[in-house]
């Protein structure tokens, strides 16, 4: 038996068509639009591709767009003083500095100067703190792992009591999807499990969950005798495991693996998320949806 596919391709569209419909209630009753600006340093070819998708889609729905782009060789009080600049401006509601930044510059430093109320991604320790605090505190739910609980919700997949298993403790993924699947709220209630690199029996911690959430960046790590028969995986990892020249436009891309072996494992899930095509859809999406929120919050409508 083949396990049902969970498509973010075709969640996007869908979510996408609803937060579009909002912008134009919000245009026509308000006069005003979701604003966002992307500030993306340097030519990373995966943070150059990634940027440009979210240009793409802020443009289709109709958001003000505002594009950065600045040099490799940017000082770090050049790029803290643009983050200044796009906080006092009020046409813009969510702040994206693409990430990795240039060694030189402090990660750290440059999202704690991002206001926390147009920190669209989470990052911003505030927000890190909403979310652990849960319910109404939660302002920008972290774009990835809030596609990850889209995901699930709308496949019909139930959480409450289930037994949840996080593989990996990132800040940008595992910490944030573990807390907010255990959260007293709708699409959670769940038993949550986190394992890592230095969890002594991953494969039977993984074997007893309803849902397991892979976010590790191994491609292959979860072994499909590691899935419970009827369980639902989540497949986050998009590693690049090499090129292929793409049938459509002739040009070099690359080839993408999850850190699931997918062929094997939907002979045993119940369902299963593709690489690509599944969670990462869903993060662009949830990105639009919490510049939309920060508007709202804004005009006191959310
Ligand atoms: N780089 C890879 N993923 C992300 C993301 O979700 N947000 C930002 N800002 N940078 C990233």
Redesign the pocket.
């Known amino acids: 038996m083949g396990a049902k596919i969970i498509s973010g391709t075709e969640f996007r569209k869908e979510i996408l068509d609803e937060i579009s419909t909002e912008v134009n209630y919000i245009k026509e009753k308000h006069g005003v639009v979701p604003g966002l600006v992307t500030i993306l340093v340097g030519e990373n070819p995966a943070?150059v591709s990634?940027v440009s998708l979210k240009i793409k889609t802020a443009n289709e729905i109709g958001f003000k767009e505002v594009q950065e782009n600045r040099p490799e060789d940017i000082s770090e009080e050049d790029l803290l003083a643009l983050i200044d600049k796009y906080n006092r401006d009020d046409t813009i509601h969510g702040i994206?500095?693409?990430?990795?930044l240039p060694k030189h510059i402090d990660e750290k430093r440059v999202i704690y100067a991002i206001d926390p109320d147009k920190d669209v991604?989470g990052?911003h320790p505030v927000n890190v703190g909403r979310l652990m605090i849960g319910g109404s505190e939660v302002k920008f739910p972290p774009?990835?792992p809030a596609g990850i609980q889209e995901m699930i919700v709308r496949a019909g997949i139930k959480t409450e009591g289930a037994e949840v298993v996080v593989v990996g403790r990132s800040n940008?993924v595992g910490k944030p999807i573990a807390n907010m699947l255990l959260q007293k709220s709708p699409g959670a209630n769940a038993t949550v499990t986190v394992v890592h690199t230095r969890t002594r029996d991953m494969a039977a911690h993984c074997k007893r969950a309803d849902i397991l959430i892979v976010a590790a960046g191994v491609p292959g790590l979860v072994k499909p005798e590691w899935i419970k028969p009827g369980a639902c995986v989540i497949d986050v990892g998009v590693n690049r495991v090499g090129e292929k020249i793409s049938e459509k436009t002739g040009k070099k891309v690359p080839i993408l693996k999850g850190d699931v072996d997918f062929d094997a494992a939907k002979e045993i899930a119940g369902a299963i998320t593709p690489v690509p095509g599944g969670v990462g859809p869903m993060?662009i999406t949830m990105l639009m949806r919490n510049t939309l929120r920060s508007l709202k919050f804004k005009l006191g409508i959310a």
């Open positions: 943070s990634y994206l500095v693409q990430l990795p991604d990052f774009c990835t940008i993060t």
